[in-house]
């Protein structure tokens, strides 16, 4: 459903919020090996995430990345997406078709559009904070150990 690109940068927000609630910075070679990335394309998507204000970029000694916690409740899911993935996840076609639409419909079309409103629903009112804290409380985790 998402992008392979989407999916790492959203494990690595939450990865990046988590550690930022205990007060840690963290690199993006980190990051690469907690969310199960490849670094360089690890590196690629936190500078996008960067430049767009969903994390803070600190250079120098003591760097890393991070986000304020009181910015936690804030960063919405669908944010994340919209910057790696844009809005094509609520647009698409649900069998691939390049021309399926209202009067060209594919087969699962009125299925599908459900599903997508229920997607973006949930994308639009999940938060970072509430995320992050089923990874701090250990309800939830980020890779298999």
Known sequence: MFSKACEYAIRSVIFVATS???????????????????????????????????????????????????????IRLCEIVNVIDGDSIYKGCGLGLPKC??????????????IRENLRQMLETTTIEELSMGIKSGDTFLKIQ
């Open 20 to 74: 930022s609630m205990k007060g840690e910075r963290v690199g993006f070679k980190e990051i690469a090996k907690e969310v199960g990335a490849p670094e360089a394309f690890t590196a690629k998507i936190l500078q996008k995430l960067a430049k767009s204000g969903i994390i803070l970029s600190i250079k120098g000694v003591g760097g890393g990345f991070e986000i304020p916690v009181e910015g936690l409740k804030e």
């Open 101 to 114: 639409s209202e009067t060209h419909p594919c087969p699962v079309h009125e299925k599908f559009k459900e």
